[in-house]
């Protein structure tokens, strides 16, 4: 009898404990869950209880412990289910299958544009973004050329997981400009451009024309000015170095040498990259069209017509600007 009690005590216990891992409602449908950085696995196993996805805290902690996932669990939001079972809500966190957030970075940014649309999109703070992005060991250790990541912070769209710190977040944008770079490399070398001068140029590029057709050939246009020594004179890099730019640029920006971005007053390329430019602008800029072009001018249409020397330059000025552009 007492060896029949102790079975059944057994059986019972096996049981309870299978009813405890058992889904909460086998009839749900998935919910959102958030799990904050730092929490304990005592308070996400609260957390789970309190939101009806599991039906005991307990054996939740239990089961973690005894598969050693309590320090394995991952912030950020999840999409789970109270039909799915302990085990395999457990499994979710521990490895950190959390839903992604889907962010569009276009080509032409600057970091601080960058640093707001990842804040709207929830995946980081702006500000420590942006201060990440303005560190030179960070650029140091990601790898890139420069005094920050300013060229580098990759236009694509991302699915980037939720709880990420700014610096994780950086890493995969100049990760992706990587991939693309690596092919880009050996070419810019036997042109001897380094990654940093490229970057910039290609910056610059992507923030002249936003034509497709056009890069190549503003590319060569910058290209041969720099052959030549000659400044390169671009609004969109003196616009760059103007603090609270009011949309309005003057003979007096033009003019002012104490702005490093100035191309009009400096010679040769920007101190850093204007914006981050996508693989168009730098493959434009690793392979520009050949051609003897010098100076170009806005057709008011989104595209430029391209001039030999400064007195074809003045005469398409004339023709479609009141006023000089590059």
């Known amino acids: 009898m007492v060896l029949v009690a102790l079975a059944a005590l057994s059986a019972a216990g096996v ?4 009813w405890s891992i058992a889904p909460a409602d086998a009839n749900a449908g998935p919910q959102r869950f958030e799990l904050p950085a730092g929490s304990t696995l005592h308070r996400v196993a609260v957390d789970l209880e309190r939101a009806g996805l599991i039906r005991s805290r307990l054996s939740f902690e239990a089961l973690a412990r005894w598969r050693g996932a309590q320090g394995s669990l991952r912030a950020g939001e999840y999409e789970l289910s109270a039909a799915w079972g302990t085990t395999r809500i457990l499994d979710q966190i521990a490895e950190g299958r959390v839903l992604n957030v889907e962010v569009t970075l276009p080509e032409g940014l600057t970091a601080a544009e960058i640093a707001l649309r990842l804040e709207q999109a929830g995946v980081a703070r702006a500000e420590a973004f942006l201060a990440v992005a303005r ?3 960070v650029a140091a250790e990601l790898g890139v050329e420069g005094p920050g990541l300013e060229g580098y912070l990759f236009p694509e769209t991302y699915r980037i997981a ?3 710190t700014a610096k994780q977040v950086a890493k995969v944008l100049v990760d992706q400009f990587h991939r693309v770079w690596s092919e880009l490399a050996p070419d810019a070398a036997a042109r001897g451009l380094s990654m940093r001068d490229a970057v910039t140029l290609a910056s610059i590029v992507e923030k002249e024309t936003g034509a497709p057709d056009e890069r190549p050939l503003v590319a060569s246009v910058f290209a041969n000015r720099l052959a030549r020594h000659m400044r390169l004179e671009s ?9 609270n730019f009011d949309g ?3 003979r007096a920006h033009l003019e002012d040498a104490a702005n490093p971005w100035n191309t009009y007053r400096i010679d040769g390329l920007p101190p850093t990259p204007i914006a981050n430019p996508g693989a168009a602008s730098l493959r434009a800029v690793v392979h520009p069209a050949e ?5 170009f001018v806005s057709r008011n249409d989104g595209t430029h017509v391209f001039a030999r020397s400064f007195s074809e330059h003045v005469v398409n000025v004339a023709r479609f600007q009141k006023k000089g552009a590059n």
């Open 162 to 164: 939720p709880g990420l």
């Open 135 to 137: 560190d030179p060991a």
């Open 248 to 250: 309005n640029l003057t």
């Open 15 to 18: 049981g309870v404990a299978a």
């Open 291 to 295: 051609t003897d072009y010098l100076f």
């Open 235 to 243: 609004d969109p890099t003196t616009i760059y170095g103007i603090p």
